[in-house]
């Protein structure tokens, strides 16, 4: 079946901006996650969903940020007045198990954002 | 001290040899064990999961996994130009997934 896709690719934002990056998880997936990796490192957690509920947000850098998944499939990760310090890859990673262990992350191809 | 651990590299072994990549993380609650690949530009795409202490083998790829010494190690035999890639551990612990920097491998031919 498919896999996770996410839209756009590539972003470019003036700083200031708000972008709104797209994630669809493989089809019956009930965990959704965000990730934000910069050059060199591994992905950083953001925040996690399992079905429409939002279940940790820990991750998210500052209230600029916000993401929703309001039906439990489609999610949108929201950042606001966009800053240089936000230029990095925006990753989005599904699983098909709730909690607990096997918690095996499928990855989508990430949205590179760029802010000038 | 981070909470995953992973030599940077880069880590360059010939054509058939065997690839070694080692990781270590802080979290004792930890219960799943990843490795991903990453291409450069890519995303990681997920290719060995081991969920207790021992070995798994999948093809040319063997995880082992020794939490009383909180160690991940990934092993890939008869190595392949292709192989030439950033790998990355992965410890989860209730959807609390935590990713080291990645291991640079170079395989030459």
């Known amino acids: 079946g498919a896999g996770v896709s996410q839209s756009p690719r590539y972003k470019v934002a003036k700083r200031g901006q708000d972008v709104a990056l797209r994630c669809d998880p493989i089809s019956g997936h009930v965990s959704l996650f965000w990730y934000q990796q910069a050059l060199g490192q591994g992905p950083e957690f953001l925040t996690y969903f399992q079905n429409e509920a939002q279940l940790d947000k820990s991750g998210l850098p500052s209230d600029r940020f916000f993401a929703e998944r309001p039906e439990g499939s489609v999610s949108t990760l929201k950042i606001q007045r966009t800053q240089q310090e936000d230029s990095a890859v925006y990753l989005c990673a599904s699983s098909y198990y709730s909690s607990g262990s096997y918690n095996e992350q499928f990855f989508g191809p990430g949205t590179r954002l760029t802010v000038l | 001290q981070k909470e995953v651990e992973q030599n940077s590299g880069p880590l360059s072994v010939p054509e058939g040899a065997i690839a070694s990549l080692n990781c270590t993380y802080s979290d004792r609650g930890s219960q799943s064990f990843f490795w991903y690949r990453q291409y450069s530009g890519k995303s990681p795409e997920l290719i060995m999961s081991?969920?207790?202490?021992g070995d798994k083998e999948d093809g040319r790829f063997t995880a082992q996994l020794n939490k009383a010494s909180q160690y991940v190690s990934l092993l890939i035999r008869d190595s392949q130009p292709s192989d030439s890639a950033t790998y990355l551990c992965?410890?989860?612990?209730?959807?609390?997934?935590?990713f080291g920097a990645g291991t640079r491998l170079t395989v030459k031919p």
């Open positions: 081991i969920y207790s202490n």
């Open positions: 992965a410890v989860d612990n209730n959807n609390d997934m935590r």
